[in-house]
């Protein structure tokens, strides 16, 4: 019996590298938009968006042309291993101070062994976020 759906593995390693590919996108120094990658993959911008959601699989090349292009390795867009809880999607984002949300922005956007360290430090010094003013 063929599987015509992806398993439970492969949507997870897709969404992981989907997320891992429209954070890289976003945050270059010049962020990139799906209108400005896609025609690079010989794709339309919608089918780019699939992928980064994790609907569709990129392709190992299409890896190695998108890493090429926004400068981060193809290593990076890569990593699977389970992303941490998003501080910044979080409704109570709201209720941090600027200064936090700042702090979280600079942990979320770092490489892990840099948001390790971060994190180590603010739990070393006992830091507690600040509430909004």
Known sequence: MVKSKMSEL???INKIVGTNVRRARKSARLPYTLEDIAPRLGIKPSQLSKMELGHSSFR???IVVIADHIGVSVQ???DVREP???LLDDENTKALSPRTLRLARIIEESD???AKTIEDVVK???IKPDAAK
């Open 10 to 12: 492969e949507t997870g």
């Open 112 to 114: 892990p062994a840099t």
């Open 76 to 78: 990076e867009l890569l």
């Open 84 to 86: 941490a809880d998003s």
């Open 124 to 126: 070393a010094f006992d």
């Open 60 to 62: 190992a090349w299409h």
